[in-house]
Nanobody, 124 residues
Framework: QVSLVESGGGLVQPGGSLSLSCVAS????????FGWFRQAPGKEREFVAA????????FYADFVKGRFTISRENAKKMVLLQMNALKPEDTAVYYC?????????????????WGQGTQVTVSA
């Protein structure tokens, strides 16, 4: 069983930045690819970014390219999402997900484990 705990969400003004963290309780951290997804009220969960087990390849949704950066620190069993130039439409609950032997999938159903989510609100 894998436990994922996100943190770092909060309230930020448009144009501001937040850094989300996801800590994984798992012995074989490097066997997992990780993704970040988000869900706004009344909307379906959507892909934001993903990273392969080595961190060598990353994937982004078009609406965050150039603004968000996903990274991982294998020694700390942590996945990060740096979010810059935030917009009100980025407001959502952000979820970290783990995919065993994954390759950075964009499909939520292909992920094996999920965190509880952290709220990000972008508002003046």
């Amino acid at each position: 069983q894998v436990s994922l705990v996100e943190s770092g969400g909060g309230l930020v003004q448009p144009g501001g930045s937040l850094s989300l963290s996801c800590v994984a309780s798992v012995d074989t951290f490097t066997q997992y690819a990780f993704g970040w997804f988000r869900q706004a009220p009344g909307k379906e969960r959507e892909f934001v970014a993903a990273i392969t087990w080595s961190g060598g390849t990353t994937f982004y949704a078009d609406f965050v390219k150039g603004r968000f950066t996903i990274s991982r620190e294998n020694a700390k069993k942590m996945v990060l999402l740096q979010m810059n130039a935030l917009k009100p439409e980025d407001t959502a609950v952000y979820y970290c997900a783990a995919d065993l032997y994954g390759v950075g999938d964009r499909l939520a159903q292909n992920y094996d484990y999920w965190g509880q989510g952290t709220q990000v609100t972008v508002s003046a």
